[in-house]
């Protein structure tokens, strides 16, 4: 069996691992990046702020789609449509973009290896893995440090902290014959309670689906959604994927880094995944390269534990029920609002300002509404 030794593992190449592995990798770091699937095309509605490809320096040729129109949809089907051309989302085609991501850590000079973990143990002075090629032969790794990307079901999270990402389940399905030009996230009890179901253009047709409080009533939630939103006449077979539902928890623990999607880090309220997974990724990296393994959490924190904590409150009193929903679909009428939210949400406004406006418009609205 072959051995490697190295500074730096990481075990999945999706956003997360990926772009940890090209921070790592541009700073001359020794890291081995490890995918299970290179042909893997995670559920995903693959929207992102279009500004995240200048901030992480990814060819915009990859973006499928820029969509400039939010449409919110309340319970009684009231439409607010919401211009975001100040800052557009960009869509994308995971396989691709995952597959873009490697190997722009690959030209950065990382080593990729086409495997799937399979064990990972700590001891004090690093890590060893078990990771099995697609012909069979295992290979031993020992590195200093293991950066685990593996997802929402990582399995370096479960065999080291005993415990799967907070999650919650999502139902999808992408429908080939359709087209919209808007992301539509449309709420109520009777589709999505606390969360909300979407219709999303797609870079192949439309993706839509909803993220579900209670799996044994997704399919009815589901059917309900088709129904109302009328998107297509008869109901296509949909799939089941977890999706994090954030919540503090373990970020660096005994030479392994959590990020993305293995840590959980999703924004409450909205379910943005990738961007975070990307970040998380480059700050594990830099907190490396500095050999300040603490400085990861700090930096977090410092940038997003208050984003955060104030999306799930906002999510906790807006998404409890119709009554709420109904009042925040009446709040996005408002155009102030609308713009101090958008830009908080894309993170183009400074926290401390944009937060006043809005307890601001929050407490006028529902005090005079
Ligand atoms: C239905 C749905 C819709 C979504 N829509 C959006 C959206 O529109 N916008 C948005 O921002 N977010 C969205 N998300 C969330 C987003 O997809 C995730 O947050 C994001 O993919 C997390 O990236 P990651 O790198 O942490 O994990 P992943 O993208 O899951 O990547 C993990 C990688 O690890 C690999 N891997 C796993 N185990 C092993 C192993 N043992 N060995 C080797 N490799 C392994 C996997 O093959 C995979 O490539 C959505 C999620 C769902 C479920």
């Known amino acids: 069996m072959d051995t490697i030794a190295i500074k730096t593992v990481i075990i999945g190449g999706g956003p997360s691992g990926a772009n940890a592995a090209k921070y790592l990798a541009s700073a001359k770091e020794d890291v081995l990046l490890i995918e299970k699937n290179l042909s893997f095309d995670k559920p995903c509605g693959g929207g992102l702020f279009l500004k995240a490809f200048d901030e992480f320096d990814i060819p915009k040729t990859i973006i499928s789609k820029v969509v400039k129109t939010i449409d919110i949809v309340s319970p009684k089907l009231k439409k607010v449509s919401i211009d975001i051309s100040n800052y557009p989302l960009a869509i994308v085609h995971r396989q691709n973009f995952d597959k873009t991501l490697r190997e722009l850590a690959v030209e950065a000079g990382a080593k990729f290896l086409?495997?799937?973990?399979?064990?990972?143990?700590?001891?004090?002075?690093?890590?060893?893995?078990?990771?099995?090629?697609?012909?069979?032969?295992?290979?031993?790794?020992?590195?200093?440090?293991?950066?685990?990307?593996?997802?929402?079901?990582?399995?370096?999270?479960?065999q080291l902290l005993k415990e799967y990402p907070n999650r919650v389940l999502t139902y999808y399905a992408n429908i080939q014959e359709k087209t919209s030009s808007s992301c539509q996230f449309w709420f109520g009890d009777d589709i999505s309670p606390k969360h909300y179901s979407w219709i999303f253009p797609h870079h192949?047709?439309?993706?839509?689906?909803?993220?579900?409080?209670?799996?044994?009533k997704m399919k009815y939630f589901y059917n309900n959604f088709l129904k109302k939103s009328k998107i297509v006449a008869s109901i296509p077979k949909a799939k089941g994927y977890f999706i994090p539902h954030?919540?503090?928890?373990?970020?660096?623990?005994?030479?392994?880094?959590?990020?993305?999607?293995?840590?959980?880090?999703?924004l409450p309220f909205t379910y943005e995944g990738?961007?975070?997974?990307?970040?998380?990724?480059?700050?594990?990296?830099?907190?490396i390269i500095k050999d300040d393994p603490l400085l990861y959490e700090k930096s977090w924190n410092s940038l997003y534990l208050k984003k955060f904590k104030f999306l799930r409150t906002l999510q906790n009193i807006f998404l409890q029920n119709d009554w709420w929903v109904n009042k925040m679909v009446q709040l996005y009428q408002h155009p102030k609002f609308q713009t101090a939210v958008i830009a908080y949400w894309s993170g183009s406004r400074k926290p401390a300002g944009t937060l006043k406006t809005l307890y601001k418009i929050i407490r006028s609205l529902i005090k005079y509404n």
């Open 246 to 266: 954030w919540k503090r928890t373990t970020l660096y623990k005994d030479n392994v880094f959590y990020v993305g999607d293995s840590a959980s880090l999703v």
């Open 204 to 216: 192949n047709g439309i993706n839509i689906g909803l993220v579900a409080n209670n799996k044994y």
């Open 114 to 158: 086409n495997a799937k973990v399979i064990r990972i143990s700590t001891k004090p002075e690093g890590v060893k893995i078990l990771a099995r090629k697609l012909d069979g032969t295992e290979i031993t790794i020992n590195a200093k440090y293991a950066i685990a990307a593996d997802g929402v079901n990582s399995q370096t999270r479960w």
């Open 274 to 287: 990738i961007y975070y997974a990307l970040k998380s990724g480059q700050l594990a990296a830099e907190a």
